[in-house]
């Protein structure tokens, strides 16, 4: 789209025919209907050179030309530039429906993609007022902007917008704040990936225990009625207020994920840690409440406890499990927590991220082949980024880090029945004040 509209060169975009829909929306919510498109069948992944050739040589799945005919013509042909150039669109929903009965209002917002099609809240007048009642901020405040990807437009909300939302999810006034701070991230739980990502918040400070959430045992299950509807509000949020997010066409995850329901809400547990808390690490005080935002939250690996042994090589056998483009949050039980200090020494959480950092090693051989550090971190290295155009300069069975000591984070949370604990692969996105939104 950059070089069709910025410079006026010719241009054919070529998609796998899946995309068919989303490339086709992105192209016109960017004012660009017109741009040429042309289709080759899915996959590309894993098929041979002879094979991609054949594709290239053979027919447009979904208008059974050529390729190739299709592409030249693109081309060629004149373009009279009609679909170039900023177009308005609607960027809001209806601030009140029809009055109709509850049945039916429940099925128009099934019907409308509003809802995670479990059963909500409807969100009547006086249930938003209430909820508005909790912050400090104007209902038509803008609280922020979302998107479902990087090529769509953003769309802008309002704290009453918000307030729906949490009333759907069955919140009550006083998480409020705490929605309001997630939504002032601009970081979506509903993002479009392929790679059916999901999102986690971490909250921290007094908040936790103003409004009662679990930090302890079943902290990250359905036990605890702010933790899992705070994280509902999040997912109902973001889908609502950036547009939508509708398989195919905002919504690309191949497999999908059931951490969206609740997006891994919880509260660390500040007080059964033997290290600082996840906020204060991140410039704030004790005494201020914050909620952490991370994306790309789609694989973990777990086991119980630190051996006296062999720990050293169980936590590694544990990272070199892990995708490499996607840095490792470490989720500990105080039980094991405690355990990373008897064992290693680790009084301060700097200390055990230094390890992990030193440690979280492959081959470069081996680092370079996983396709997603081909997709993204190969070309970044290529354009000379460090740490990764070092790393492609590595002999083949030299040892790399596979992630960068910045990107890997310790959260503690659980009841300490047993000492379980989790990698998690998920990207630290942002903390942001919940005291601000009161």
């Known amino acids: 789209m950059t070089i069709e509209a910025q410079y006026g060169v010719p241009t054919v975009a070529m998609h796998t025919d899946k995309f068919d829909r989303v490339v086709r929306n992105v192209a016109a919510v960017n004012g660009m209907s017109?741009?040429?498109?042309?289709?080759?069948?899915?996959?590309?992944?894993?098929?041979?050179?002879?094979?991609?050739?054949?594709?290239?040589?053979?027919?447009?799945?979904?208008?059974?030309?050529?390729?190739?005919?299709?592409?030249?013509?693109?081309?060629?042909?004149?373009?009279?530039?009609?679909?170039?150039?900023?177009?308005?669109?609607?960027?809001?929903?209806?601030?009140?429906?029809?009055?109709?009965?509850?049945?039916?209002?429940?099925?128009?917002?099934?019907?409308?993609?509003?809802?995670?099609?479990?059963?909500?809240?409807?969100?009547?007048?006086?249930?938003?007022?209430?909820?508005?009642?909790?912050?400090?901020?104007?209902?038509?405040?803008?609280?922020?902007?979302?998107?479902?990807?990087?090529?769509?437009?953003?769309?802008?909300?309002?704290?009453?917008?918000?307030?729906?939302?949490?009333?759907?999810?069955?919140?009550?006034?006083?998480?409020?704040?705490?929605?309001?701070?997630?939504?002032?991230?601009?970081?979506?739980?509903?993002?479009?990936?392929?790679?059916?990502?999901?999102?986690?918040?971490?909250?921290?400070?007094?908040?936790?225990?103003?409004?009662?959430?679990?930090?302890?045992?079943?902290?990250?299950?359905?036990?605890?009625?702010?933790?899992?509807?705070?994280?509902?509000?999040?997912?109902?949020?973001?889908?609502?207020?950036?547009?939508g997010s509708v398989p195919g066409l905002t919504y690309m995850g191949s497999m999908g994920n059931n951490y969206a329901y609740n997006s891994l809400t919880f509260p660390e547990n500040e007080e059964r840690s033997p290290w600082e808390p996840f906020h204060v690490q991140h410039g704030f005080r004790p005494t201020d409440s914050t909620v952490s935002v991370f994306g790309g939250c789609r694989a973990t690996a777990y086991t119980l406890g630190i051996s006296e042994r062999h720990w050293r090589e169980h936590v590694r056998n544990m990272l070199r499990g892990m995708d490499p483009h996607i840095p490792p949050v470490f989720i500990l039980d105080p039980i094991t927590a405690r355990q990373f200090i008897d064992r290693g020494g680790f009084t301060k959480k700097d200390a055990l991220i230094d390890w992990i950092y030193d440690n979280a090693r492959m081959p470069a051989a081996e680092f370079w082949d996983y396709q997603l550090v081909q997709n993204y971190l190969y070309p970044r290295a290529t354009f000379g980024e460090e740490p990764w155009a070092t790393k492609l300069k590595a002999a083949p069975d030299e040892m790399i880090q596979m992630y960068r000591r910045e990107d890997i984070h310790v959260v503690v949370v659980g009841g300490e029945t047993n000492g379980y604990w989790r990698i998690m692969g998920a990207s630290y996105a942002k903390t942001v004040s919940v005291d601000d939104w009161r």
Request: charged share 20%; net charge neutral; hydrophobic share 40%.
């Open 34 to 243: 017109e741009l040429r498109q042309v289709f080759v069948p899915q996959p590309v992944m894993g098929k041979s050179p002879g094979e991609l050739r054949a594709y290239v040589d053979g027919r447009d799945p979904l208008t059974g030309r050529p390729v190739m005919q299709e592409v030249i013509e693109g081309l060629t042909q004149p373009f009279d530039g009609q679909g170039v150039g900023t177009i308005e669109y609607d960027r809001t929903t209806p601030r009140l429906v029809e009055p109709d009965t509850e049945d039916n209002l429940h099925r128009l917002f099934m019907e409308n993609r509003w809802t995670d099609y479990l059963p909500i809240v409807l969100p009547t007048e006086e249930r938003v007022a209430a909820m508005l009642a909790a912050t400090r901020r104007k209902p038509d405040e803008i609280v922020g902007r979302m998107r479902p990807t990087h090529f769509r437009e953003a769309w802008e909300y309002t704290v009453e917008k918000v307030a729906v939302n949490a009333v759907m999810a069955g919140a009550r006034p006083e998480y409020f704040p705490v929605i309001l701070a997630l939504a002032a991230t601009g970081v979506s739980a509903r993002g479009s990936t392929t790679s059916s990502m999901a999102a986690m918040a971490v909250v921290n400070g007094p908040i936790r225990h103003e409004i009662k959430m679990n930090a302890g045992t079943g902290a990250l299950a359905p036990y605890n009625h702010a933790n899992a509807t705070i994280g509902r509000a999040y997912g109902l949020l973001s889908q609502n207020l950036q547009g």
